[in-house]
């Protein structure tokens, strides 16, 4: 970069450049907040400054921001929040006995009392062992250590954590790292910035987004020429699809785990959230150890929870943990130096998981509050998505799977071949094209499919459900038949709106 005087002092350019920075960050992408949802913040500026848009709000259906969209957080969880955040509450007789106790524990287990100092950077060590109860108790008695639990900034800080340790190598021996697609664009973002190799699967959309073995094994063959896979990710309940694997998938994903000789990653984030007739959440960790010696004693894995999802959707307090299991001693001591370089998870977090993994009990004062809080919830969210696969299905050129569980649909959706060839054109995505014409016309926010990853030819967006969609029969395509000069400004003649509201009552 050429020198310029600046009032006559020499200007030599800056030291951080976008051409001398990391490449690997640069290679980074993370749809859930990107192009899309920074001009949905700009459309909603623009709309506080007065400008004139078709619509008056910004509908964002792009991110599981639970409590964002109306959820009502639990009541006994604040509770207990708020007694530890001002312990001088304690002496307020407006809050339950229980939840002083719980606030008590907690204090007590933090450094001068306060939940503002800094805890030991595995975790709380009475929260570590509430974990494992709670581990133990959902698993039916399977034993779980204290010590194979670290708490986390969310499930995400402690997924990327574990990558770290894996990825290594160089050329074709480069770790690489079997990924679902569709997939939560975290894990793409994690193995750009670790310059790791991602090995893709993909679910089968026919199958209701199921999770097959032969696909599994074409992936790995393949990725066998040019990189040594190590690491399979699975996320059940799934994230964007919403599909819960069966009993006999999660057998099957351990044996050919094995088999294979590949650290397994179960991302278990959405546990609670599981809403059709014959589904059901098993955890890999139980289905590992029910499948006897063979496997529970030699399958290296890693489950992960989060207080962000499920009931709680606590997104902004941070909570996570996750449970490392058959990790070679000299490993673990590396990830507990790993995790000591960022000091803790936030503390208020690790306070609402220990509230999350143990919470009221049937003879404690909240616990009817408590239980029927929690039941509201999960059945709100279990009608929010049945009504958005009945809804999308009366759409003309969508097609939705049935919900699950967890959070989102993954809709197909069929684009006209004039609006790929326009999206082409423009050096668009197609998908993406059709989420940015939506934003921008109705002022609604979607992910387009592209960022989560689908079968070449096809295209959806992520819906999140917390959000209900009333449509009446709805098509939506522009008119290109009309001049380009238009700049597609003009819509055909659609059948009706699209009408969102929060589904919040």
Known sequence: MSQQAVNGVPCRGKVLTVENMNPNVKRVEYAVRGPIVQRAVQIEKELREGVKKPFTEVIKANIGDAHAMGQRPITFFRQVLALCSYPELLEDNKFPEDAKQRARRILDACGGHSIGAYSASQGIECIRQDVAHYIERRDGGISSNPDNIYLSTGASDAIVTILKLLVCGEGRDRTGVMISIPQYPLYSAALADLAAVQINYYLDEDNCWSLNVAELKRALNEAKQHCKPRVLCIINPGNPTGQVQSRQCIEDVIRFTKEEHLFLMADEVYQDNVYAEGCKFHSFKKVLFEMGPEYSSTVEMASFHSTSKCYMGECGFRGGYMEVINMDPEVKAQLTKLVSVRLCPPVPGQALLDLVVNPPQPDEPSYTSFMKERTAVLAALAEKARLTEEIFNTVPGITCNPVQGAMYTFPRITLPPKAIDKA??????????????????????????????????????????????????????????LPISSRYNHKLQCISWFVFVYFTS
């Open 424 to 481: 082409k054109a423009e050096g668009k995505v197609p998908d993406m094209f059709y989420c940015m014409k939506l934003l921008e016309e109705e002022g609604i926010c979607l992910v387009p499919g592209s960022g989560f990853g689908q079968k070449d030819g096809t295209f959806h967006f992520r819906f999140v459900s917390l959000i209900m969609l009333i449509l009446q029969t709805y098509s939506y395509s522009l008119n290109f038949s």
